[in-house]
């Protein structure tokens, strides 16, 4: 009898064994590659989270997304493609649960802005080169006052002529 009792002990441990391996792999399973792919088109509904379907939300064992993902693994496994699988889902849980790929001009965001700043570069360079310069004395090279045309300035500008004399 306890010869009986050894080998029922060691099929029961193995049938334990065998179980938590098949349940690994249908883990790893669920995991892949190609679920991810379908799983990452999906919103969680949750409730908790605004993630797709590969939301690690309790070590990915979320209430919704970890059966969603087991469903779109048997889905693909019976032959149906991505559309297929999305379709299914989007019928079961109405248009919401859709996630569509990321819009791609973002690319054109950084290159824009460097144009615009260009742009916004040359436009002032191109103000600043309009305005004149102060007129230039044909003999000496150096800056010329303004004419003045107003007698009460017209003393301070002889004052300021003798004061640059003096300085020469």
């Given at each position: 009898?306890?010869?009986?009792?050894?080998?029922?002990?060691?099929?029961?441990?193995?049938?334990?064994?065998?179980?938590?391996?098949?349940?690994?792999?249908?883990?790893?399973?669920?995991?892949?590659?190609?679920?991810?792919?379908?799983?990452?088109?999906?919103?969680?509904?949750?409730?908790?989270?605004?993630?797709?379907?590969?939301?690690?939300?309790?070590?990915?064992?979320?209430?919704?997304?970890?059966?969603a993902?087991?469903?779109?693994?048997?889905?693909?496994?019976?032959?149906?493609?991505?559309?297929?699988?999305?379709?299914?889902?989007?019928?079961?849980?109405?248009?919401?649960?859709?996630?569509?790929?990321?819009?791609?001009?973002?690319?054109?965001?950084?290159?824009?802005?460097?144009?615009?700043?260009?742009?916004?570069?040359?436009?002032?360079?191109?103000r600043?080169?309009?305005?004149?310069?102060?007129?230039?004395?044909?003999?000496?090279?150096?800056?010329?006052?303004?004419?003045?045309?107003?007698?009460?300035?017209?003393?301070?500008?002889?004052?300021?002529?003798?004061?640059?004399a003096?300085?020469?």
């Amino acid at each position: 009898m306890p010869l009986l009792k050894s080998n029922s002990v060691k099929r029961v441990l193995l049938g334990l064994a065998l179980a938590v391996v098949t349940l690994a792999q249908t883990a790893s399973q669920i995991e892949s590659d190609e679920v991810k792919r379908v799983a990452s088109h999906l919103t969680c509904q949750c409730g908790a989270c605004k993630d797709n379907l590969n939301c690690m939300m309790s070590a990915g064992q979320c209430h919704f997304c970890k059966p969603a993902r087991t469903k779109i693994y048997k889905m693909q496994t019976a032959g149906l493609d991505d559309k297929q699988v999305i379709d299914s889902f989007i019928r079961e849980y109405g248009p919401a649960i859709f996630r569509p790929d990321p819009n791609n001009s973002f690319w054109i965001v950084p290159y824009a802005s460097l144009a615009a700043g260009v742009g916004l570069i040359w436009m002032v360079l191109k103000r600043m080169m309009r305005k004149p310069l102060a007129p230039v004395a044909a003999a000496t090279g150096e800056p010329a006052l303004p004419e003045i045309d107003d007698p009460a300035l017209a003393k301070y500008r002889e004052t300021i002529e003798r004061d640059l004399a003096k300085l020469e």
